[in-house]
């Protein structure tokens, strides 16, 4: 964290290039606007980083697992992926 933003930046570059991790509405869990869309996304992340940055998703995936994951010491430091979340 930084007061000035700029510790975001990092991970917004990481979201507009490998990971897609956007927040979007959901009918069934609506917390966020109808107006978070993809293309909202799409275009925030061009604005920012230039044509053509948009997640590589499958690259990242191929390279870690996606969702098998294949690794040791792992920590997941939200708190609600790690296994012991539903102690």
């Known amino acids: 964290y930084s007061a000035d933003g700029r510790g975001a930046r990092s991970w917004i570059y990481q979201s507009c290039t ?4 956007f927040q979007t509405y959901s009918q069934y869990h609506p917390m966020r ?3 978070l869309t993809l293309d909202f996304y799409r275009k925030w992340c061009e604005d920012i980083f230039g044509k053509g940055s948009w997640p590589f998703v499958d690259r990242v995936n191929n390279e870690f697992g996606g969702l098998n994951l294949n690794v040791n010491n792992l920590i997941m430091t939200n708190g609600d992926e790690g296994n012991s979340f539903n102690m």
């Open 18 to 21: 490998e990971f897609s991790y």
């Open 33 to 35: 606007s109808k107006l």
